[in-house]
């Protein structure tokens, strides 16, 4: 089955469009995108880790189990940070195909396959208990574009509080904040 791609000539700025074979690595094609540029920011990945940090910090100190939501979940990155640094559940979601059966390669890569389960889908689309086990408490994600609300991030995170997250009295975490 062939695969019609958007290119950008990186000269004319001009949007064209073009026909991939069915084995066209979409890894290489994310590797070259916005990923990268998110993935080589130190200084923005160190805050995010630090965000989890506290939030598994405080979360334990309330004696509380550590479950995690990463929405748009794209390499993977944050939902390692947050196996790395203690969390109980995590569990991923990305509708774009290609960057969950990257993420997936990449989170097996640095064997954490087991500790982080990846669902193919919308986080709108996420059923309790079908896709997630329990509802988390701690919610990471990077859906912002440059509009902040061109990748529906307001509509998604209504839905994340009404139907994934566990909502008590002591809360839920949410990064960014």
């Given at each position: 089955m062939a695969l019609k791609l958007s290119k950008v000539n990186p000269t004319t700025g001009k949007q064209?469009?073009?026909?991939?074979?069915?084995?066209?690595?979409?890894?290489?094609e994310i590797a070259r995108s916005a990923y990268a540029d998110m993935l080589h920011d130190t200084e923005r990945n160190k805050k995010y880790e630090l965000g989890i940090i506290a939030a598994i910090k405080r979360m334990?100190?309330?004696?509380?189990a550590c479950n995690v939501l990463d929405i748009?979940?794209?390499t993977g990155l944050l939902s390692m940070m947050a196996v790395r640094n203690g969390a109980d559940t995590v569990h991923a979601c990305d509708a774009f195909e290609?960057?969950?059966?990257?993420?997936?390669?990449?989170?097996?890569?640095?064997?954490m396959a087991g500790k982080i389960k990846l669902i193919h889908k919308r986080s709108t689309d996420v059923l309790i208990p079908e896709d997630m086990s329990v509802k988390?408490?701690?919610?990471?994600?990077?859906?912002?574009?440059?509009?902040?609300?061109?990748?529906?991030?307001i509509s998604t995170f209504r839905h994340a509080l009404k139907h994934?997250?566990?909502?008590?009295?002591?809360?839920?975490?949410?990064?960014?904040l």
């Open positions: 064209h469009w073009i026909v991939e074979d069915e084995n066209y690595d979409y890894c290489q334990r100190e309330r004696g509380r748009g979940t794209g290609p960057a969950a059966a990257c993420a997936e390669k990449i989170i097996a890569v640095n064997g988390a408490n701690i919610l990471v994600t990077e859906v912002f574009d440059t509009e902040l609300i061109g990748e529906g991030a994934l997250l566990e909502v008590r009295l002591s809360g839920a975490e949410f990064f960014p």
